[in-house]
Protein backbone atom coordinates (compact mmCIF):
# COMPACT_ATOMS: atom_id res chain seq x y z
CA UNK A 1 0.00 0.00 0.00
CA UNK A 2 1.57 3.44 -1.09
CA UNK A 3 1.77 5.71 1.75
CA UNK A 4 0.02 9.36 1.54
CA UNK A 5 2.04 12.04 0.34
CA UNK A 6 2.88 14.75 2.29
CA UNK A 7 0.30 17.82 2.63
CA UNK A 8 1.90 21.10 0.72
CA UNK A 9 3.36 23.41 3.26
CA UNK A 10 4.35 27.06 2.23
CA UNK A 11 7.91 27.86 0.99
CA UNK A 12 8.43 30.04 4.06
CA UNK A 13 7.27 27.63 6.59
CA UNK A 14 9.34 25.48 7.68
CA UNK A 15 7.95 21.49 8.77
CA UNK A 16 6.75 21.06 11.70
CA UNK A 17 9.39 18.60 13.16
CA UNK A 18 11.96 21.19 12.27
CA UNK A 19 10.30 24.09 14.33
CA UNK A 20 11.99 24.33 17.85
CA UNK A 21 9.34 24.31 20.86
CA UNK A 22 10.73 27.81 22.05
CA UNK A 23 12.08 30.56 19.76
CA UNK A 24 15.36 32.17 20.73
CA UNK A 25 14.97 36.17 20.29
CA UNK A 26 18.44 37.67 18.60
CA UNK A 27 19.73 39.96 20.37
CA UNK A 28 21.69 42.76 18.89
CA UNK A 29 25.06 43.62 20.93
CA UNK A 30 24.99 47.17 21.70
CA UNK A 31 28.27 49.28 21.39
CA UNK A 32 29.73 51.15 23.83
CA UNK A 33 31.29 54.62 23.99
CA UNK A 34 34.66 53.56 23.61
CA UNK A 35 33.42 51.86 19.78
CA UNK A 36 32.13 55.43 18.99
CA UNK A 37 35.27 57.17 20.03
CA UNK A 38 37.40 55.11 18.32
CA UNK A 39 35.47 55.31 15.01
CA UNK A 40 35.63 59.32 15.67
CA UNK A 41 39.12 59.10 15.55
CA UNK A 42 39.46 57.21 12.27
CA UNK A 43 37.09 59.56 10.73
CA UNK A 44 39.11 62.57 11.83
CA UNK A 45 42.94 60.95 10.72
CA UNK A 46 41.10 60.01 7.21
CA UNK A 47 39.97 63.86 6.64
CA UNK A 48 42.89 65.05 8.15
CA UNK A 49 44.81 63.05 5.65
CA UNK A 50 42.76 63.94 2.57
CA UNK A 51 43.26 67.85 3.83
CA UNK A 52 46.91 67.47 4.10
CA UNK A 53 47.06 65.75 0.79
CA UNK A 54 44.60 68.83 -0.90
CA UNK A 55 46.99 71.66 0.84
CA UNK A 56 49.91 70.26 0.16
CA UNK A 57 49.09 69.57 -3.74
CA UNK A 58 47.42 73.47 -3.82
CA UNK A 59 50.78 74.51 -1.88
CA UNK A 60 52.91 73.38 -4.58
CA UNK A 61 50.49 74.52 -7.35
CA UNK A 62 50.32 77.86 -6.12
CA UNK A 63 54.31 78.00 -5.90
CA UNK A 64 54.68 76.87 -9.11
CA UNK A 65 56.90 78.84 -11.46
CA UNK A 66 54.89 77.63 -14.19
CA UNK A 67 51.99 79.05 -12.95
CA UNK A 68 53.18 83.11 -12.16
CA UNK A 69 52.49 85.84 -14.62
CA UNK A 70 55.43 86.54 -16.92
CA UNK A 71 53.59 87.33 -20.07
CA UNK A 72 51.16 90.80 -20.44
CA UNK A 73 48.93 91.52 -23.47
CA UNK A 74 47.24 94.74 -23.34
CA UNK A 75 44.89 95.64 -26.66
CA UNK A 76 43.06 98.71 -27.67
CA UNK A 77 45.05 100.90 -25.44
CA UNK A 78 46.29 104.08 -27.62
CA UNK A 79 47.00 106.54 -25.03
CA UNK A 80 47.98 104.75 -22.33
CA UNK A 81 50.96 102.94 -22.63
CA UNK A 82 51.85 99.22 -21.05
CA UNK A 83 53.81 100.26 -18.56
CA UNK A 84 50.89 102.30 -17.32
CA UNK A 85 48.87 99.38 -17.75
CA UNK A 86 51.00 97.40 -15.13
CA UNK A 87 51.29 100.44 -13.52
CA UNK A 88 47.45 100.60 -12.80
CA UNK A 89 46.99 96.44 -12.26
CA UNK A 90 49.67 96.59 -9.99
CA UNK A 91 51.38 93.43 -8.48
CA UNK A 92 49.52 91.28 -10.83
CA UNK A 93 52.38 90.48 -12.83
CA UNK A 94 54.46 87.55 -11.20
CA UNK A 95 51.76 86.95 -8.89
CA UNK A 96 50.21 82.54 -9.66
CA UNK A 97 47.72 83.39 -12.36
CA UNK A 98 44.81 81.46 -10.98
CA UNK A 99 44.90 83.72 -7.29
CA UNK A 100 44.21 86.24 -9.93
CA UNK A 101 40.99 88.82 -9.15
CA UNK A 102 40.30 88.57 -12.32
CA UNK A 103 37.25 91.56 -11.37
CA UNK A 104 39.47 93.64 -8.46
CA UNK A 105 41.92 93.93 -11.61
CA UNK A 106 39.11 95.40 -13.74
CA UNK A 107 37.97 97.76 -11.25
CA UNK A 108 41.53 99.33 -11.06
CA UNK A 109 42.08 99.72 -14.67
CA UNK A 110 38.56 101.72 -14.60
CA UNK A 111 39.96 104.12 -11.97
CA UNK A 112 42.32 105.62 -14.57
CA UNK A 113 39.92 108.47 -16.41
CA UNK A 114 41.38 106.87 -19.49
CA UNK A 115 39.52 103.91 -19.80
CA UNK A 116 35.81 103.89 -20.17
CA UNK A 117 35.65 99.98 -20.18
CA UNK A 118 38.34 97.23 -19.53
CA UNK A 119 38.10 92.84 -20.03
CA UNK A 120 41.12 90.74 -18.35
CA UNK A 121 41.34 87.03 -19.13
CA UNK A 122 43.76 84.79 -17.75
CA UNK A 123 45.63 82.36 -20.70
CA UNK A 124 47.70 79.13 -18.79
CA UNK A 125 50.42 79.07 -17.58
CA UNK A 126 51.45 82.18 -17.60
CA UNK A 127 49.66 84.84 -19.60
CA UNK A 128 47.35 87.46 -18.43
CA UNK A 129 45.41 89.60 -21.42
CA UNK A 130 44.08 93.08 -20.96
CA UNK A 131 41.14 94.79 -23.50
CA UNK A 132 40.67 98.15 -22.77
CA UNK A 133 38.47 101.02 -24.50
CA UNK A 134 39.36 104.08 -24.09
CA UNK A 135 37.50 107.22 -24.14
CA UNK A 136 37.46 109.62 -27.11
CA UNK A 137 38.57 113.39 -26.45
CA UNK A 138 36.09 115.45 -28.67
CA UNK A 139 36.85 118.84 -27.27
CA UNK A 140 38.94 120.64 -24.68
CA UNK A 141 36.28 121.42 -21.62
CA UNK A 142 36.80 125.51 -20.08
CA UNK A 143 35.96 124.84 -16.50
CA UNK A 144 39.08 125.51 -14.03
CA UNK A 145 41.53 124.49 -16.58
CA UNK A 146 41.18 123.00 -19.68
CA UNK A 147 40.53 119.03 -19.54
CA UNK A 148 40.38 116.48 -22.39
CA UNK A 149 36.15 116.03 -22.94
CA UNK A 150 34.37 112.74 -24.39
CA UNK A 151 31.26 112.40 -25.76
CA UNK A 152 29.91 111.76 -22.79
CA UNK A 153 30.84 114.90 -21.18
CA UNK A 154 33.13 113.21 -18.86
CA UNK A 155 36.20 114.94 -18.15
CA UNK A 156 39.74 112.99 -19.37
CA UNK A 157 42.60 114.52 -18.27
CA UNK A 158 44.09 117.89 -18.06
CA UNK A 159 45.08 119.32 -21.35
CA UNK A 160 49.17 120.17 -20.91
CA UNK A 161 52.09 119.27 -22.57
CA UNK A 162 51.29 115.62 -22.44
CA UNK A 163 48.44 116.05 -24.43
CA UNK A 164 49.16 119.16 -26.32
CA UNK A 165 48.88 116.69 -29.47
CA UNK A 166 45.05 117.12 -28.92
CA UNK A 167 43.56 119.53 -31.68
CA UNK A 168 39.98 120.15 -30.68
CA UNK A 169 37.29 122.51 -30.21
CA UNK A 170 36.76 124.59 -27.03
CA UNK A 171 33.72 123.93 -25.26
CA UNK A 172 32.66 126.93 -22.93
CA UNK A 173 30.19 127.90 -20.54
CA UNK A 174 30.94 125.02 -17.89
CA UNK A 175 32.78 126.62 -14.75
CA UNK A 176 30.83 127.67 -11.90
CA UNK A 177 28.28 125.58 -12.16
CA UNK A 178 26.56 122.60 -9.94
CA UNK A 179 27.96 119.39 -11.10
CA UNK A 180 25.10 117.74 -11.97
CA UNK A 181 24.20 120.95 -14.25
CA UNK A 182 28.18 121.03 -15.52
CA UNK A 183 27.33 117.20 -16.77
CA UNK A 184 24.22 118.33 -17.95
CA UNK A 185 25.66 120.93 -20.80
CA UNK A 186 28.50 118.89 -21.05
CA UNK A 187 26.58 115.92 -22.59
CA UNK A 188 24.91 118.35 -24.53
CA UNK A 189 27.78 120.05 -26.47
CA UNK A 190 29.27 116.17 -26.34
CA UNK A 191 26.45 114.97 -28.29
CA UNK A 192 26.99 117.73 -30.93
CA UNK A 193 30.37 117.22 -31.73
CA UNK A 194 30.11 113.54 -31.65
CA UNK A 195 26.55 113.66 -34.24
CA UNK A 196 28.81 115.98 -36.05
CA UNK A 197 31.45 113.53 -36.93
CA UNK A 198 34.38 114.73 -39.01
CA UNK A 199 32.71 118.00 -39.40
CA UNK A 200 33.89 119.22 -35.98
CA UNK A 201 37.18 119.76 -37.25
CA UNK A 202 34.96 122.98 -38.51
CA UNK A 203 34.45 123.99 -34.88
CA UNK A 204 36.50 126.25 -33.37
CA UNK A 205 34.33 126.55 -30.02
CA UNK A 206 31.45 125.55 -28.25
CA UNK A 207 29.04 127.57 -26.11
CA UNK A 208 26.41 125.82 -23.88
CA UNK A 209 23.81 128.26 -22.57
CA UNK A 210 21.07 128.85 -19.82
CA UNK A 211 18.69 127.89 -22.50
CA UNK A 212 20.35 124.41 -23.27
CA UNK A 213 20.74 126.04 -27.17
CA UNK A 214 24.35 126.23 -28.30
CA UNK A 215 26.56 128.66 -30.19
CA UNK A 216 29.39 127.37 -32.38
CA UNK A 217 32.01 129.09 -33.85
CA UNK A 218 33.49 128.30 -36.81
CA UNK A 219 37.32 128.09 -37.67
CA UNK A 220 38.34 130.21 -40.70
CA UNK A 221 36.26 133.24 -41.21
CA UNK A 222 34.78 133.02 -37.75
CA UNK A 223 30.66 132.69 -38.05
CA UNK A 224 28.54 132.40 -35.47
CA UNK A 225 25.78 129.77 -35.34
CA UNK A 226 22.97 129.05 -32.92
CA UNK A 227 21.85 125.62 -32.73
CA UNK A 228 19.10 123.85 -30.72
CA UNK A 229 17.93 120.56 -30.69
CA UNK A 230 19.36 118.31 -33.46
CA UNK A 231 19.87 117.25 -36.16
CA UNK A 232 23.12 119.02 -36.27
CA UNK A 233 25.02 118.30 -39.06
CA UNK A 234 23.10 118.48 -41.60
CA UNK A 235 21.94 121.95 -40.41
CA UNK A 236 25.86 122.61 -40.76
CA UNK A 237 26.05 120.87 -43.83
CA UNK A 238 23.36 123.26 -45.31
CA UNK A 239 25.11 126.20 -43.64
CA UNK A 240 28.88 125.51 -45.24
CA UNK A 241 27.05 124.68 -48.98
CA UNK A 242 25.96 128.40 -48.85
CA UNK A 243 28.91 129.59 -46.40
CA UNK A 244 30.14 132.07 -48.94
CA UNK A 245 26.67 133.84 -50.27
CA UNK A 246 25.74 133.80 -46.75
CA UNK A 247 29.17 135.54 -46.08
CA UNK A 248 28.26 137.84 -48.95
CA UNK A 249 24.94 138.97 -48.47
CA UNK A 250 24.77 139.77 -44.22
CA UNK A 251 28.55 141.01 -44.30
CA UNK A 252 28.18 142.30 -40.47
CA UNK A 253 25.98 139.21 -39.08
CA UNK A 254 26.94 139.01 -35.21
CA UNK A 255 25.53 135.59 -35.44
CA UNK A 256 23.21 133.11 -38.30
CA UNK A 257 20.62 131.51 -36.59
CA UNK A 258 20.08 127.37 -37.59
CA UNK A 259 17.36 126.45 -35.23
CA UNK A 260 14.67 126.29 -37.82
CA UNK A 261 13.82 123.93 -39.79
CA UNK A 262 14.50 124.95 -44.00
CA UNK A 263 15.46 128.28 -42.48
CA UNK A 264 18.54 130.40 -41.65
CA UNK A 265 18.26 133.72 -40.26
CA UNK A 266 20.95 136.57 -39.86
CA UNK A 267 20.97 138.55 -36.95
CA UNK A 268 23.11 142.27 -37.43
CA UNK A 269 25.92 143.56 -35.50
CA UNK A 270 24.86 146.85 -33.54
CA UNK A 271 26.39 149.37 -35.94
CA UNK A 272 28.84 151.32 -33.77
CA UNK A 273 27.90 155.40 -32.99
CA UNK A 274 30.06 158.17 -35.28
CA UNK A 275 32.67 159.80 -33.24
CA UNK A 276 32.42 162.89 -32.06
CA UNK A 277 33.62 166.09 -34.64
CA UNK A 278 36.64 167.74 -33.58
CA UNK A 279 34.68 170.73 -32.68
CA UNK A 280 32.19 170.79 -30.19
CA UNK A 281 29.46 173.25 -29.98
CA UNK A 282 29.61 175.56 -26.47
CA UNK A 283 25.56 174.31 -26.08
CA UNK A 284 25.56 170.99 -24.28
CA UNK A 285 23.24 168.65 -25.57
CA UNK A 286 21.51 165.74 -24.57
CA UNK A 287 23.11 162.31 -25.65
CA UNK A 288 21.50 160.77 -28.98
CA UNK A 289 20.32 157.27 -28.55
CA UNK A 290 22.84 154.98 -30.63
CA UNK A 291 21.41 151.57 -30.00
CA UNK A 292 19.65 149.33 -32.43
CA UNK A 293 16.47 149.92 -33.68
CA UNK A 294 16.19 147.24 -36.29
CA UNK A 295 14.02 144.28 -35.86
CA UNK A 296 15.82 141.32 -34.39
CA UNK A 297 17.77 139.66 -37.24
CA UNK A 298 18.90 141.09 -40.70
CA UNK A 299 16.28 140.56 -43.63
CA UNK A 300 17.81 138.59 -46.44
CA UNK A 301 15.74 140.35 -49.26
CA UNK A 302 16.22 137.91 -52.07
CA UNK A 303 15.55 133.52 -50.56
CA UNK A 304 18.65 131.68 -50.65
CA UNK A 305 17.92 127.87 -52.14
CA UNK A 306 19.14 125.74 -48.80
CA UNK A 307 20.68 122.35 -49.63
CA UNK A 308 17.69 120.57 -48.85
CA UNK A 309 15.48 122.43 -51.32
CA UNK A 310 13.62 124.74 -49.08
CA UNK A 311 14.16 128.38 -48.90
CA UNK A 312 16.07 130.61 -46.62
CA UNK A 313 14.76 134.42 -45.50
CA UNK A 314 15.13 136.63 -42.31
CA UNK A 315 13.17 138.54 -40.04
Known amino acids: MAPAPAPDLPLDQDPPFLRPERRTRVRRQRRGWTHRVVLAIQMAAVTLVAFTGAWTGYSKVMASERLKVSKLEVRGARFLSEGEVRELLGPAVGENILALDLAGLKTRLRKSPWVADALVTRTLPDTLRVEIRERVPLALAEVERLYLMDADGALVDIYGPRTAAFDLPIVRGLGRLEPEARRDRAERAGALLADLGDLAQEVSEVTVEETGDLR ?100
Open 216 to 315: IVLRGPGEVLRLGPPPYRKRLLTFLGLRKELKARCPQAEYFDLRFAGRIYAKEAPTAPKPAPATVPAVEEAPMDTRETRPVGLDLTRPLPVADGTDTQGR
